[in-house]
């Protein structure tokens, strides 16, 4: 019998650290959906992720920032939801508590300001022409900054993503979402 307990322990160690190495890693965090992922990558602070659902058998792609295997170390996350033949939508997502009643400042460089309610989870969405507005000043930009409050601080916190390679990146995004759209008619 305690030729067993070993080899029963170190399995059940491995299992642990795998669902840990799996949690750290990106690949299980709270908006992330099942499935198979076919098409991931990196761009400068860009990340294209395509994933097959396998129960559904539906394909989707997001473009974000920053690389999913960076969240637990960031404190912000920038989405953006383009479908060829919908509504653009620019998503933000602040980690930790923050400070409700506080509004979300997005802006590229020095330009205008893009002001968003937060809700008390810590997300901002700008939709349609605004969301189109801010896409085209990130093409053209060099920085997007994201300013926002923390619970308990009187201070803005700000989280910048370089623009360097965005443009590439959402090329890449709208090809792989057009890909899909032409396999799925």
Same mark, same amino acid.
């Given at each position: 019998?305690?030729?067993?307990?070993?080899?029963?322990?170190? +399995?059940?160690?491995?299992?642990?650290?795998?669902?840990?190495?799996? !949690?750290?890693? /990106?690949?299980?965090?709270?908006?992330?959906?099942?499935?198979?992922?076919?098409?991931?990558?990196?761009?400068? *602070?860009?990340?294209?992720?395509?994933?097959?659902?396998?129960?559904?058998? &539906?394909?989707?792609c #997001?473009?974000?920032?920053? *690389?999913?295997?960076?969240? /637990?170390?960031? *404190?912000?996350? @920038?989405?953006?939801?383009?479908?060829?033949?919908?509504?653009?939508?620019?998503? @933000? +997502?602040i980690?930790?508590?923050?400070?409700?009643g506080?509004?979300a400042?997005?802006?590229? *460089?020095?330009?205008?300001?893009?002001?968003?309610? !937060?809700?008390?989870?810590?997300?901002?969405?700008?939709?349609?022409?605004?969301a &189109?507005? %801010? !896409?085209?000043?990130?093409?053209a930009?060099?920085?997007?900054? %994201?300013?926002?409050?923390?619970? /308990?601080?009187?201070?803005?916190?700000?989280? +910048?993503?370089?623009?360097?390679?965005?443009?590439?990146? &959402?090329?890449?995004?709208?090809q +792989?979402?057009?890909?899909?759209?032409?396999?799925? #008619?």
């Amino acid at each position: 019998m305690t030729g067993r307990w070993p080899n029963r322990f170190f +399995r059940r160690l491995a299992m642990t650290g795998s669902m840990v190495l799996a !949690l750290t890693t /990106g690949c299980a965090t709270a908006d992330a959906q099942p499935g198979y992922v076919f098409y991931y990558h990196a761009f400068g *602070d860009w990340v294209v992720i395509c994933a097959l659902d396998e129960p559904t058998g &539906r394909k989707d792609c #997001r473009l974000g920032a920053p *690389d999913p295997s960076f969240a /637990g170390t960031a *404190d912000a996350r @920038l989405d953006i939801i383009e479908p060829p033949d919908g509504e653009a939508v620019v998503e @933000l +997502r602040i980690h930790g508590a923050i400070e409700t009643g506080r509004p979300a400042l997005l802006k590229v *460089d020095g330009g205008a300001r893009h002001q968003a309610a !937060l809700t008390r989870t810590g997300e901002a969405v700008w939709r349609g022409a605004e969301a &189109r507005t %801010i !896409l085209d000043e990130m093409a053209a930009g060099q920085t997007v900054s %994201i300013g926002f409050v923390r619970w /308990g601080e009187r201070v803005w916190a700000e989280r +910048r993503f370089a623009l360097t390679d965005f443009a590439a990146a &959402r090329q890449a995004y709208r090809q +792989r979402l057009a890909a899909i759209a032409r396999e799925s #008619r």
